[in-house]
């Protein structure tokens, strides 16, 4: 295969042979080198979310175990191809309340499970030389996760690895690019958590606080919106650039477990009922 860089011609293109695109999440969720970016207000169980992705990638299964029923028969979406090993570079929570939101988890989890979290989740947390915005910042991250070769790596907050105006297009450009280049060198696929910002009539992508840089180097965002804050329930909403529209869904915070767990198709405002539709993808 051609480098990114190389320049082909029409006829050298048509006669390359491409792999399977390698789907990590499917339908079209999250692909191999792809970044995807969850967001929501304060205090909305983005970590939560976050975690519980987290440690399906490296179990399987299906995401946040997600279904809906058709022709009377249960169906499971969002299948997860496992991989191999992730690593969350986080700057707000420190090493002591990421082990208290992810212990719940993991002693949930079998004994087999458990030792794939133990052995190939790797979390570096707090260290605020870890920045976008800088060569020096960005050679500390890819030294960070050259040690580990992770498959996957998760930025939580985006806004913790750069000094800069967020509101800034040119800015917020710089730094989706130089996020762009590491995932390329070191061959891994990004999550990033971030936050919306304070404009409550902003819809879809506009909800994303910052510069539209942000929402335009995206592939998957999934938008994050309390429901009902007694019960822990949000909608998600779900933003591809590949793949069918995905209807809003819910999702409830196991208060046992701390995982967010699938709860119902979203069909509107809270005292309705919800069911499952026939299909989950939007006609």
């Known amino acids: 295969m051609p480098k990114h860089s190389d320049t082909l011609s029409f006829e050298e293109l ?10 990590i999440i499917g339908n079209g969720l ?33 995401l946040f175990g ?26 707000e929570l420190g090493m002591e309340d990421n082990k208290e939101r992810l212990i719940p988890y993991w002693e949930s989890l079998s004994d087999e499970h458990k030792a794939i979290i133990d052995k190939r989740l790797f979390i570096h947390s707090c260290d605020f030389d ?15 996760v050259r040690e580990k070769q992770p498959d996957v790596v998760c930025f939580d907050p985006l806004i913790k690895f750069h000094r800069q105006n967020e509101n800034d297009p040119s800015i917020m450009n710089t730094i989706m690019c130089n996020l762009s280049k590491m995932s390329q060198a070191l061959d891994f696929s990004t999550i990033l958590n971030h936050h919306n910002n304070k404009n409550a009539e902003k819809q879809d992508l506009d909800k994303l606080r910052g510069g539209s840089s942000i929402a335009g180097d995206l592939d998957t965002c999934l938008i994050l919106d309390v429901y ?5 329930i949000i909608k998600v909403e779900t933003i591809l650039r590949r793949g069918k529209p995905i209807s ?10 701390l995982r967010m767990e699938f709860h119902s198709w979203y069909k509107g405002k809270r005292e309705e009922k919800t069911a499952l539709p026939e299909s989950p993808f939007v006609q």
Not at 130 to 144: A, M, N, Q
Not at 228 to 232: E, F, I, L, M, P
């Open 66 to 91: 997600a279904f809906t029923n058709h022709a009377r028969l249960r169906q499971d979406i969002f299948h997860i191809s496992p991989v191999n090993r992730v690593l969350l570079i986080e700057q």
């Open 14 to 23: 048509r006669q390359l042979t491409f792999p399977p695109e390698t789907h």
């Open 228 to 232: 009902n804050r007694n019960s822990a």
């Open 30 to 62: 999250f692909k191999k080198g792809s970044k995807l970016i969850v967001t929501a207000a304060p205090k909305s169980y983005k970590s939560f979310t976050l975690n519980t992705m987290i440690s399906q990638l490296l179990t399987g299964g299906h």
């Open 130 to 144: 870890l920045r976008l915005d800088t060569e020096l910042g960005c050679s500390t991250i890819e030294k960070v």
């Open 248 to 257: 809003p869904y819910l999702l409830q915070l196991n208060k046992d477990t």
